[in-house]
């Protein structure tokens, strides 16, 4: 299993609007692509403004491909980040899940 993570900061009054956002765009569009097994959503208080993580998990990297395209490392950015004042990060990162245990 690969988890792949992307971070984006916003001002806090943009903090609920854009991660209902989130959840109409990556989220959905990652949970309707072959390989996609789960996502989470993180959010902290950082430097007066929001910082929200997405991990996204996949079976493998050719499932991710199907998403993000060949070059999986650039960021898919949608067309209204920019009406939440996003600063997000332009890559991603990934990693090998090797252990997965949920309480």
């Known amino acids: 299993m690969i988890a792949r993570e ?3 900061t916003c001002p806090k009054q943009h903090e609920q609007g854009f ?3 989130l959840y109409q765009t990556g989220v959905k569009e990652t949970s309707e692509t072959d390989g996609f097994l789960g996502a ?4 902290r208080e950082l430097n007066g403004e929001v910082e929200i993580t ?3 998990y996949w079976k493998d990297l050719e499932c991710i491909k199907a998403f993000a395209g060949e070059d999986i490392g650039v960021a898919k950015l949608y067309p209204e980040d920019e ?3 996003l600063n997000p990060d332009r890559h991603v990162n990934h990693y090998q899940v ?3 245990l949920w309480a």
Request: aromatic fraction near 22%; charge should be neutral.
């Open 40 to 43: 989470q959503i993180f959010n």
């Open 19 to 21: 991660i209902e956002y």
């Open 83 to 85: 009406k939440y004042q």
């Open 54 to 56: 997405l991990l996204t």
């Open 98 to 100: 090797h252990e997965n």
């Open 6 to 8: 992307w971070k984006a």
